[in-house]
């Protein structure tokens, strides 16, 4: 059993064994006693310190490990032995040999305050780069200037993120440089140099001025009022950073769990709630989407806490590889199955049924009465958009859609028919026409009823195609119809036009199909019309625009766009004689504009232009 020792070493608490610390203690004294009369040992000693520091702590795999004879050997052998050295002036004067063994350093990125001109970024960056610090310093003129003033917010962003190189370690860091005991004197020793250099050529006027500008620049001073407020700012994103994570995180993984449990257990229903072309599990497709997005908002999150915390431990290399391959398959998985679905959806397909609708007897008014079921009441079923998936008496899983849609329109003969047109998508043509094939919806005519499902089924293993059926129903000119609404809701009735009528409003009255196609109410009110006819109208099908606004003081305004052309007529009150008429067709233009006594015509053709104005 060991005894062991608390040690700050570059303030930095180390545990380590007595006899690896009484080995280290005699390395340090002879480093010590070697360079006692060398200028600057107090740095190169603080220096070399710094770096023993930095290899222990790598060495070590958690704080409370002790450093043996081991890991003192190790960091003895980098640093080498201070007899192995000359510590005459001779040795400042040659560069130290490398054994041909050894592989070149790897550089660091700081910023040389020791050269700098701002902050010390161009000269950083041309260490790092094996450039002459002149050249980036020109090249971020030119790109601040061409950039109108944008690359000056790069400079200072990296004056912030990119430390400077304040040590002698991290002055050999930054040139890629090996850091031991020979490197280090060299350096402190050639700053020594400099500033010998600098002592004989002084402008002793110009020391003055920095003496009483009390050692700092116009820059420094700057820097830090800079730095002051940017890390407030960086603190502040952070903490925003590691809630926006975190919360995510949560949220995923709560949501995953949820509808992986489903699955797992077998809830009915749940595989048809996901449109999923690939049949994966849908436990699978949770995972992926938490993989998907909660790894990114991980890192976001492992960010705020480096911001946060300065010295915060670093997650590792097979972390974060392995991370970084789990997103990817993730993301791959997921895209895969996107382009699947998108294409199980990509054609439209139809299925036309037309019948001629038979009673027996002859009828004076036809009701038209939209049936609805119970199974819409059937309770933990799963709804997207119009479907549903449920069961049906039977038990038997159907999927349940009330994307139904009526329409009357007048038949050319008469007979009345019906026209039942279903719709589905799929991932082919003749894929989307199976599927709207197998669309199930019924109708039934009774006495004087006709009886109209306002609902569909289909089978679940179709799960949701966008099913819809579109029924019209052809009526004789003359027929008097009435409608009645189904106990579940009021489907919209298109007639006048292609027009939507609201179902609930029609049915409390009846109707009378017209000689134009159109619905004419029998049983409303004077006012009732009044009101409808005060609304007007607006078209848009496949014959072009029909507008018809009117209004209370007798304003109207009408606007016809189609294949003969553009009409607008307009008149502000009840006078015929206040009408303004634009006409433009094949014939040409014909405008035509009145009020009160003034009045302006102009027509466009092929014998050219005729203008006539008449007023006071």
Avoid at 36 to 43: F, H, I, K, M, V
Avoid at 107 to 123: C, E, H, P
Wanted: hydrophobic fraction near 40%.
């Amino acid at each position: 059993m060991n005894k062991t020792v608390n040690i700050n070493l570059a303030n930095i608490l180390f545990h380590i064994d007595e006899e690896a610390y009484n080995k280290m203690r005699r390395y340090l004294e002879s480093i010590k006693r070697s360079f006692a009369n060398t200028p600057g040992s107090d740095e190169i000693l603080s220096d070399i310190e710094a770096r023993i520091a930095e290899l222990f702590h790598e060495k070590l795999e958690n704080e409370r490990q002790v450093i043996s004879n081991k890991e003192v050997d190790e960091v003895i052998a980098i640093m080498g032995q201070p007899e192995d050295y000359m510590v005459d002036e001779d040795i400042f004067e040659d560069e130290p040999k490398s054994s041909s063994s050894e592989q070149k350093r790897v550089k660091k990125l700081y910023r040389d305050i020791q050269t700098k001109y701002v902050a010390g970024v161009s000269s950083g960056l041309a260490h790092y780069v094996g450039l002459d610090p002149l050249w980036i310093r020109l090249l971020w003129v030119i790109l601040a200037i061409g950039s109108g003033g944008g690359f000056i917010l790069l400079y200072g962003l990296l004056w912030i993120l990119i430390p400077e190189a304040a040590t002698t370690s991290q002055q050999l860091d930054m040139r890629g440089e090996d850091i031991n005991i020979s490197n280090i004197e060299r350096k402190v020793k050639e700053g020594f140099d400099d500033i010998a250099d600098k002592v004989k050529s002084v402008d002793y006027e110009k020391v003055g001025d920095k003496v009483k500008n009390g050692g700092k620049t116009f820059f420094d001073t700057l820097g830090d009022i800079v730095m002051f407020f940017f890390k407030i700012f960086g603190k502040f994103i952070g903490i925003l950073l590691i809630i926006v994570g975190a919360a995510t995180i949560i949220g995923m993984f709560i949501g995953m769990l949820t509808i992986g449990t489903l699955d797992w257990v077998n809830i009915p229903g749940v595989d048809n709630f996901i449109s999923n072309p690939t049949e994966a599990p849908v436990w699978v497709l949770s995972l992926m989407m938490f993989f998907a997005i909660g790894i990114p908002f991980f890192f976001l999150f492992y960010l705020g806490l480096k911001i946060l915390i300065n010295n915060l431990k670093s997650i590792g290399s097979i972390a974060k590889f392995s991370l970084l391959g789990l997103w990817l398959i993730s993301l791959i998985g997921l895209t895969i199955i996107g382009v699947k679905t998108a294409a199980a959806h990509a054609y439209s397909g139809s299925t036309t049924i037309e019948e001629e609708v038979y009673f027996e007897n002859p009828i004076d008014t036809l009701n038209i009465t939209a049936v609805t079921t119970k199974l819409f009441d059937n309770r933990g079923h799963i709804r997207v958009d119009d479907s549903i998936i449920t069961y049906d008496d039977d038990g038997e899983e159907v999927l349940l859609s009330d994307n139904v849609r009526f329409k009357i329109k007048k038949t050319k003969d008469s007979i009345i028919s019906i026209e039942i047109r279903k719709e589905a998508n799929g991932k082919s043509f003749n894929a989307a026409r199976e599927k709207s094939n197998r669309i199930n919806y019924g109708y039934k005519a009774e006495g004087n009823t006709i009886y109209l499902d306002d609902y569909l089924t289909a089978e679940s293993k179709n799960r949701f195609s966008d099913q819809e059926v579109r029924v019209t129903l052809y009526v004789p000119v003359g027929t008097v119809l009435k409608y009645n609404k189904s106990s579940r809701r009021c489907p919209m009735l298109r007639a006048n036009n292609d027009r939507d009528m609201n179902g609930c409003d029609m049915s409390d009255y009846i109707w009378e199909m017209s000689v134009e196609g159109e619905l004419e109410c029998l049983d409303c009110t004077v006012l009732e019309k009044s009101n409808e006819d005060q609304k007007g109208h607006i078209i848009i099908n496949e014959e072009g625009i029909d507008i018809n606004i009117k209004d209370e003081d007798g304003e109207n305004f009408e606007m016809k766009i189609n294949e003969d052309g553009v009409k607008i007529r307009a008149n502000d009150n009840q006078d015929s004689r206040d009408t303004n008429v634009i006409i433009i067709d094949d014939e040409g233009v014909d405008i035509d504009l009145q009020d009160d006594s003034d009045s302006l015509s102009m027509k466009i053709g092929e014998d050219g232009v005729l203008l006539k104005t008449k007023g006071n």
